[in-house]
């Protein structure tokens, strides 16, 4: 199936026999539907016997999902029908069906072309590019002709269609540019933008204009209306090159590029390499800012403020570039101020909508099973040293009683399927209670223990790093493409032995865990190959019997820790991956990289379940919320998104940093989230109600690792800076106006109280860290490599 979005209507295409070319040609069907889409999305009208594929709606919600193990996506679900709808083909929509008619008639179907070509109710000679060059002129040149010689499938959906929308930016339209079709397809798409044809030496003019009258409005309006500096420079810039003015762009940007915001830099940098038409082609940067819309978020009455004034002054080029490019998102209410908008801008495409942070999201913890907890051995004694009756325990009777009423919060137990609990997995939830009953509880006044662990001599080098949550293994995945994995307790690693040497065993024995293991191999540590590249994300999984990584070669690996061999290579990134890590129950897995995408998996499928698109840059760190339910990744087009395990949808878009992110971290309640980036900031966000709600400064560098304390009251950040800093998390938290959060800008007033929050900082002597870890009883772990 192809979906084709035109500017008014959606078109969904089934297709038989291209897949299939021993299929008969009459075998052929054809279903399209025209239904007027809002936001970028339709529902599509199919037989009952055909799937819906992925779709992309206004918030960057890619439904890419495989219902063999998770349930389908209610957006995603298909009507019956068999009553074919038509409508009024615009010259738009005319473009898109020569296109499609095009590509199938170069498959030599036919048939087919005379089917659809009925069904839209198009002219005999539709296809014949000299009657179509004439109806072209004839309507000033908005249906061109499409030359799909030399072209392929995705070359064809690549001009047709509208790119994946960036979340809270609005989608742009997908046009097809008339011509030959020599220019790239994705060029031929953004760079029609770009085809105004203004005077060249109004554009400093223009925009000086604009800047001295911003500059002079009343200070409550000025911060608001400042945000449109720099996205009205990089189009006007573009315009600028793209129309081949090469030494106007030149002196637009030297005069006008050091008035930008000091956390563009980077874009600018790159920016500042597009000086020909030549150049644009294919970029990733100039794709970003064509295909997403900047969203500004503005009071109405600095909107009306602006709008009146490039009305009176008819300065239409500006206006022109506001209505193309930029999402204007208004609210009733104060202006916010310069502090305000700082604090969440930073992002490539601007702040996220209001909108794009309303849906529900289920926060809560699930409810915990019944396990019954057995007493200690030293409970069970009769009788102590003087002989008098030992006082027993209290007995519990369920592991997580804080969990035994339904957070009316949480998902429903069943809202997707988790794997059922193993006996080995019961005694671990035995243990884990047992170590809880000894759990340090932290605070201001009593600070963790922190265990450094240096890796030494790491001329691999050391790329990822991760401890099981028992803390009795350590693995680190290396540049030299191996994955090492060490014992952190005396209990050396062990492989299972051979086959033949397995059916010796007695398996009724109590002590058949131990005896199918192979004391010959007992080691330390051990060295897993397979990987083609460095390798740099590593995950265990919760029952410590599977190790995850993640390379430059595009693949997942998932290890055996019983055998340490390579059991399943997980193939569906096209480039590096950045990272991944196990669900907290286990079986489900998330991965993202430079392909802009993260992929849900499950160990027992070979591919994803549930496909995440939307951010606009690579995907440099991933991280399961405590019930499984929700997906955070973090990325280098510098926002935060929350994705719906169950439909796939994003539901939260966070935007404040001023750098790639590379560090999350739930809130062991699952109620907040903490992020943080090169730009050396942690960031606090409230996940139900999606706003910021604290920023902790005091880092010098990029943050790589975020870590709650196991009662939450208690934040670890790691940095390249050789520090590990701790925050008073619950104050940081119990500190919020509620009321605030129903402010109609969507925007709370941050406290600077950085340095009240800060309980202690940890200075190593040359060691960056790169990972941090909690023990059950909060002592606290960490991990780096020394310089030296």
Request: hydrophobic letters at 35%; glycine letters at 8%; charged letters at 25%.
């Amino acid at each position: 199936m192809i979906a084709l979005t035109g500017k008014n209507q959606s078109y969904v295409l089934v297709l038989y026999g291209l897949c299939f070319p021993l299929i008969h040609v009459a075998h052929a069907q054809f279903i399209l539907k025209m239904a007027a889409v809002q936001g970028g999305m339709g529902d599509a009208d199919i037989k009952t016997d055909i799937k819906t594929e992925p779709s992309a709606d206004g918030f960057g919600n890619n439904n890419a999902n495989d219902g063999r193990v998770l349930s389908a996506s209610p957006g995603s679900s298909s009507s019956t029908g068999s009553n074919k709808q038509t409508a009024a083909v615009t010259p738009e929509d005319q473009q898109t069906l020569l296109a499609v008619l095009q590509f199938l008639k170069k498959n030599k179907l036919s048939e087919s072309v005379e089917i659809l070509r009925r069904e839209a109710g198009l002219p005999e000679n539709s296809l014949d590019p000299k009657a179509n060059e004439s109806a072209g002129a004839g309507s000033g040149g908005a249906a061109g002709i499409v030359d799909l010689e030399g072209g392929d499938a995705s070359s064809l959906l690549s001009r047709v269609t509208g790119s994946s929308s960036a979340g809270a930016q609005a989608p742009t339209k997908g046009t097809v540019q008339s011509g030959s079709g020599r220019d790239q397809p994705d060029v031929s798409v953004v760079l029609s933008a770009y085809s105004q044809q203004g005077d060249p030496t109004l554009y400093k003019v223009y925009y000086r204009d604009l800047k001295k009258f911003i500059e002079t409005v009343l200070d409550c309006h000025r911060a608001e209306l400042s945000q449109v500096f720099y996205p009205l420079f990089v189009h006007m810039y573009l315009e600028l090159v793209y129309n081949n003015h090469e030494s106007e762009a030149k002196a637009f940007f030297e005069k006008f590029s050091g008035d930008q915001e000091c956390y563009y830099e980077e874009d600018l940098r790159i920016l500042s390499g597009l000086t020909k038409k030549e150049h644009m082609r294919g970029n990733e940067t100039l794709l970003d800012f064509r295909t997403s819309k900047f969203v500004l978020r503005i009071s109405r009455d600095s909107y009306q403020l602006l709008k009146r004034h490039l009305q009176e002054r008819q300065n239409n080029q500006i206006w022109n570039i506001i209505q193309e490019h930029l999402y204007i998102d208004i609210f009733d209410g104060m202006p916010r101020s310069k502090s305000q908008i700082d604090a969440m801008s930073g992002s490539l495409a601007g702040e996220a909508k209001r909108e794009a942070n309303k849906t529900k999201v289920y926060y809560g913890l699930l409810k915990e099973p019944e396990i019954e907890l057995p007493l200690d051995d030293e409970d069970e004694e009769a009788e102590n040293e003087e002989g008098k009756p030992k006082k027993k325990k209290p007995k519990k009777d369920s592991v997580g009683s804080k969990s035994k009423k339904q957070d009316p919060n949480a998902p429903s137990q069943n809202r997707i399927p988790l794997p059922e609990l193993k006996d080995s997995d019961k005694l671990d939830k035995i243990m884990y209670m047992k170590e809880a009953t000894k759990r340090i509880r932290l605070g201001p006044d009593n600070l963790p223990s922190v265990c450094f662990y240096t890796f030494l001599n790491a001329y691999q080098g050391l790329t990822a790093v991760d401890l099981t949550d028992d803390s009795s293994l350590i693995a680190g995945g290396f540049a030299d493409s191996t994955v090492r994995v060490w014992s952190v307790t005396p209990k050396k690693l062990r492989k299972v032995k051979s086959a033949a040497d397995l059916n010796l065993i007695d398996k009724e024995s109590d002590d058949v865990l131990e005896r199918i293991m192979d004391e010959k191999t007992a080691s330390e540590s051990k060295i897993m190959y397979g990987h083609s590249g460095p390798v740099y994300g590593i995950s265990f999984s919760p029952d410590r019997n599977y190790l995850l990584s993640s390379s430059e070669d595009g693949t997942v690996r998932l290890w055996s820790l019983l055998t340490f061999t390579c059991l399943v290579a997980y193939k569906g990134h096209n480039y590096p991956v950045w990272d991944t890590q196990f669900s907290p129950y286990g079986y489900y897995f998330v991965s993202g990289g430079h392909d802009r995408v993260a992929r849900l998996w499950a160990t027992d499928h070979y591919q994803p379940l549930r496909i995440f698109s939307g951010h606009l840059a690579d995907i440099t760190c991933t991280r399961f919320h405590p019930n499984s339910n929700y997906v955070a990744t973090g990325s280098s087009d510098r926002t935060i998104r929350l994705w719906d395990v169950l439909s796939g949808n994003c539901v939260r878009i966070f935007t404040g940093h001023k750098g790639p992110i590379h560090s999350l971290a739930f809130s062991p309640n699952g109620k907040f989230l903490a992020s943080g980036a090169t730009d050396g900031r942690v960031l606090l966000w409230d996940i139900g109600h999606g706003l910021m709600v604290g920023e902790l400064k005091g880092h010098t560098d990029t943050i790589y690792s975020l870590r709650f304390s196991r009662d939450g009251e208690i934040l670890a950040s790691g940095s390249m800076d050789n520090t590990v800093r701790l925050w008073d998390a619950m104050k940081a938290f119990d500190d919020l106006e509620t009321d605030d959060f129903t402010a109609a800008t969507g925007h709370i007033h941050l406290q600077d109280n950085s340095q009240e929050l800060l309980l202690g900082t940890y200075t190593t002597k040359s060691t960056p860290v790169i990972h941090l870890h909690f023990t059950r009883r909060n002592l606290l772990l960490a991990a780096g490599v020394s310089q030296l």
